[in-house]
């Protein structure tokens, strides 16, 4: 078996198949020749700005051509690429950037005011790459993105200490335990837990080497199209994308930065698209009742899967997409940054699997806490672990490596805090985290940093951020705040405050006031005590 560099793999394909498109957005494409191009260019400029092996290089991009290309413009010159939530506030920004050691920045230029905030703050920061969106003009202090990558270079580049499967991609993840991490993927690992060069839904067959993979890409090789509606920032678009480049294929990403599903549906018609990702019901909800009102508007019938991960998708949703959809195979898959592949769940018109079933994956396994493996049947519940191609563990972070990263039955798995039931048919029945992380919209939100947000502001005793149920996202955030004396915040000027520390996403939709938050002496608080405070005042179903 071959061992796996992704720079390696791409030039091999865009040798082989340059004239194909690779990247589209609206009226912008570009063959693979010239993508390929763009990233040397861009490789080259990073060589040259002094970065080194395995520098940090950072992706601060919304969807587009230039995020991919960033990505292997760092693979080709032997360096880690970092994505960034383009929704992070200036604090995390900060966070980010410092915890990673980024020692380049590729932007869109309507972060122009919040870099110039931080970039003092980041010295390690060898670049800044502007990329033009009419956000605003490129500072003195950063380098025009399309002026380095326009250049074109068709010879390969790469760093002096050339290239390595043990070479990293970093995936930071807000996760479950406070500011984010990154997930430290080897690149061979990472190609191998991604297919191999394969994808049993679509038909296409594992390979063994790179000229295997490149050998079948002959004038008939099929295109295949995928549409990433869902942001390349988080793992669920990103490893998907690349996916779709292992197979040779176009990878199309939506001109609008707000997600349109008449646009969506548009692109797909357009392009052709064989593959739509999403994330759930945030996406898929609103896709469904579009289609609904607007019957047999769209020809989608180039469509041959849907592909969702990292929150629930419900099962009405999933029937209701079929018969607008009818050849098209919806996969929900069951995994995080930190552990891909726990299991899946694939829905046609022949029949649909029920909310939270996945069969488990091939390398996965359920387990107690004191490690012992979870009967089928037995009613036991355990948490979810996979083995195999797992990450190397967290950037920098010993302590939660060791405590996601775990030695059992002889082997290392993958253990993120997934709890889980194993049914007498070997599927599971999730049951959630168990800590109290919020997942809204796909986007992980831990209490703790919300809180601390909250208590910042002069009328705020105390507080606790819980989720709240919502048909759409998921869940969304409720602040359940203890105020000052004579003091009663309103949800706008609270929610405003977050906004001006952390992402609009973590901000509270909705707010309860209680007397006291009711701390232990240790300063623990029963977050499902006040969570069930908050559902009786709001007159959720718990």
Known sequence: MSSWNFADVYEAVASRVPDRLVQVQGDRTYTWAQFDGRANALAADLLAVGLTHQSKVAAYLFNGPEYLETYVAAFKGGFAPVNTNYRYGHDEI?????????????????????IDRVRTQLPKVKRWYCVRDGGGDVPSWAVDYESVVSTGITE???GPWGRSPDDLLLLYTGGTTGMPKGVMWRQDDLFNVLGSGGNPVLGYQPVANRDELVGRMGPDWPPFVLLSACPLMHGTGQFSSLIAMILGGTVVTLPSRSFDVAELFGEVERNKVNS???VGQAFAG?????????????DLSSVRMVTSSGVMWA???????????????????????EAVGMGASVSTKDGTSQTARFMLGPSCGVFTEEGRRVIPGSGERGLVAVGGFIPVGYYKDEVKSAATFKMIEG??????????EVNEDGTLNLLGRGSV?????????????????LKR??????AVAVGIPNARFGETICAVVEAEPGQTPTLEELSAHVKDHLAAYKAPRDLVLIDTIGRAPNGKVDYKRLKGVAFERLGVQG
């Open 276 to 278: 739509i990702i999403i």
């Open 411 to 420: 082997q290392r798995w993958s253990m993120p805090g997934d709890w889980a």
């Open 286 to 298: 609103p896709m469904l009742e579009h289609l609904d009102a607007n019957p047999g508007r769209y």
């Open 315 to 337: 099962q009405d949703n999933k029937e209701g997409l079929l018969r607008h959809i009818p050849q098209a195979a919806l996969f929900d898959s069951f995994g995080s940054s």
């Open 457 to 462: 502001h002069a009328k705020v005793r105390d």
């Open 156 to 158: 390969a580049v790469r």
């Open 94 to 114: 900060v966070y980010l950037f410092d915890n990673a050691d980024a020692e380049a920045v590729v932007y869109h230029a309507t972060f122009n005011e919040l």
């Open 437 to 453: 992380c919020i997942n809204t919209g796909g986007e992980k939100v831990f209490p703790e940093e919300v809180e601390e947000a």
